[in-house]
Structure formats: structure tokens, C-alpha cells
């Protein structure tokens, strides 16, 4: 019964879940702002800011994680 229930449900994670170090940066994240930013004296105004910010340099940061990097790539010379 579990070898049948475990493929599945690692199938409807997969859904949802697609790069489990990008999910837990930004749990991780949200975590820490929501923990620590009621003891930074900052305006209101910036809590969206560095909430909009922080999110936006994890989600650059592993999107340039995953562009492959091959030497010459970019100078290859393409000929139809």
C-alpha cells in the first residue's frame, strides 16, 4: 500500500514544490521578517519594501543559479 501512496504524494508535492531550497529561502525568510522586524525601529512604510526586496533577491538569486554556466556559451558562433 505505501509503495503505491508515496510516489503519489511525492507527485502532488512536486506540484506545488519545484526547487525545495527556493521554498525553505523564502519560508525562511518570511520567518525572519515577521520575527525580527518588530524590533528594528523602521517606519511602517518600509515593511514592504524590505519584505518586496528580500523576496525578489532570493527569487534573482536562484534564478541565476540555474542559468547554465558553460564557457564560451555566449560568443559560440551560430550558423543556420
Do not use: K
Given at each position: 500500500m505505501?509503495r503505491?501512496v508515496?510516489?503519489?504524494?511525492r507527485?502532488?508535492?512536486g506540484?506545488?514544490?519545484?526547487?525545495a531550497?527556493?521554498?525553505l529561502?523564502v519560508?525562511?525568510?518570511l520567518a525572519?521578517?515577521?520575527?525580527?522586524?518588530?524590533?528594528?525601529?523602521?517606519?511602517?512604510?518600509?515593511?514592504?519594501?524590505?519584505?518586496?526586496?528580500?523576496?525578489?533577491?532570493?527569487?534573482i538569486?536562484h534564478?541565476?543559479?540555474h542559468?547554465?554556466?558553460?564557457?564560451?556559451?555566449?560568443?559560440?558562433?551560430v550558423?543556420?
Amino acid at each position: 500500500m505505501m509503495r503505491r501512496v508515496t510516489p503519489v504524494l511525492r507527485e502532488l508535492l512536486g506540484l506545488f514544490v519545484d526547487d525545495a531550497a527556493f521554498a525553505l529561502s523564502v519560508l525562511a525568510w518570511l520567518a525572519g521578517f515577521a520575527l525580527l522586524l518588530p524590533q528594528v525601529p523602521l517606519p511602517i512604510s518600509w515593511h514592504g519594501v524590505l519584505l518586496f526586496g528580500g523576496l525578489a533577491v532570493i527569487l534573482i538569486w536562484h534564478c541565476l543559479r540555474h542559468i547554465p554556466h558553460r564557457a564560451g556559451y555566449a560568443s559560440r558562433d551560430v550558423r543556420p
